[in-house]
């Protein structure tokens, strides 16, 4: 039955306009890391049979999407028979992941997987990381390619930035303002989106289109409903926001639900099912998009396996499989390489009651 279903999603995913999201098999995965993203197993010490230590560091704790992407990394490296230490600072900021780093070095680990609080501010812990033997990589968040070795990327940069700006138009008729809720300034990943959202509303097309204001939440929960209540306060006449930030794009959606401004604001972004369904269902996000974060973690422990066994470098074109993904390229990026997962997928009210139980 349930591979049925799992073959039927699958095709249902096939037929969508983005397909090419997560596995549903990723997702499956009862890993029971779930509840606080703080430290799981980070002693360092005592006998771990053999075992070798891969880390990963997440941007802050209470993020449910980072939780699900620390639940994928955790079972990668245990189906390798290996030890995760999940590890996310209270603040998302770069001083706090300093400190892990540091610490982490102190604990003669083999890997880190950090998603970045800051493209550059990372760099003199993570190069004295890489000095030590310790393999580096990024997920989801890049820090510069002189800090790491790879970095595995969820979806094409450019078509999450430009898709966004071509839903956010469709859905307020292609005029109005808009503004964008995104996470911490320093976010790399929320940055990147934003550039090629701002390089496609240079389009003659969206002329009527204004975008009025980038603001940050920071992903707190709290610090995302005050920033929304203040775009709506300085912008009465605010047509959409677009939150390319899990934690953001839940956040307006309950503040545009409890201020009842279903016809007055559109909101989209990037978002976990689990969380927007209501909104989706409600009509005050009629859309968004996202790909499985469990599928992008368990990439990352891969990656980093592959790279503490000498499978690969991080070099273009090395090519190693990642469990139940497959075969997976390191392909350039800029001055540095990556590791693509896929395609954005869209979630609309076709499709949200069946992946909101899934992540
Ligand atoms: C938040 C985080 C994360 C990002 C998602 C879309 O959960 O900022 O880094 O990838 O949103």
């Known amino acids: ?17 983005m397909a090419g999201c997560g596995t549903k098999d990723g997702a499956s995965s009862g890993s029971d890391n779930g509840g606080s993203a703080k430290t799981a197993d980070a002693g360092g010490s005592g006998d771990t049979g053999g075992k070798k230590k891969f880390a990963i560091i997440f941007k802050n704790t209470g993020n449910p999407y980072g939780e699900k992407m620390m639940e994928g990394f955790k079972k990668a490296i245990e189906e390798k028979g290996d030890e995760a230490i999940l590890k996310a600072p209270d603040q998302p900021t770069a001083e706090a992941q300093i400190q892990m780093i540091e610490e982490l070095i102190s604990q003669k680990i083999d890997s880190i997987s950090v998603v970045g609080n800051d493209p550059d501010a990372l760099q003199p812990a993570l190069t004295k990381a890489m000095n030590a033997g310790i393999k580096v990589s990024s997920l989801d968040s890049a820090v510069n390619s002189e800090s790491r070795l790879t970095h595995v990327n969820q979806a094409d940069p450019e078509r999450i930035g430009r898709t966004l ?10 005029e109005g303002e808009i503004a964008i809720l995104s996470a911490t300034s320093q976010a790399t990943n929320q940055n990147t989106w934003i550039e090629w959202m701002k390089k496609e509303l240079e389009d003659a097309k969206y002329a009527n289109i204004k975008l009025v204001k980038v603001a940050y939440g920071d992903d707190l929960r709290d610090k995302s409903v005050s920033e929304t209540e203040a775009l709506l306060k300085s912008y009465p006449n605010l047509k959409a926001i677009i939150a390319p930030t899990t934690v953001g794009i839940a956040a307006a959606g309950k503040v545009l639900t409890d201020k009842g401004l279903k016809d007055k604001v559109k909101l989209t972004g990037l978002g976990l099912p689990s969380e927007m369904a209501e909104y989706i269902e409600s009509g005050i996000c009629p859309w968004m998009y996202l790909w499985n974060p ?13 790279l503490v066994k000498g499978d ?14 497959g075969e997976k390229e390191i392909v350039a990026d800029g001055d540095g390489t990556q590791i693509m997962l896929g395609d954005p997928f869209k979630f ?6 069946e992946w909101k139980d899934v992540y």
């Open 1 to 17: 039955m349930k591979k049925m279903l799992t073959l039927g999603l699958t095709a249902v995913m096939a037929l969508s306009l």
């Open 294 to 306: 469990i599928d992008v973690g368990y990439l990352a422990g891969y990656t980093a396996e592959s």
């Open 165 to 174: 700006i071509q839903g956010v138009s469709e859905m307020i008729g292609g």
């Open 312 to 325: 690969i470098t991080g070099a273009v074109g090395e090519k190693f499989t990642a469990g139940t993904l």
């Open 348 to 353: 609309d009210a076709s499709n949200i009651a």
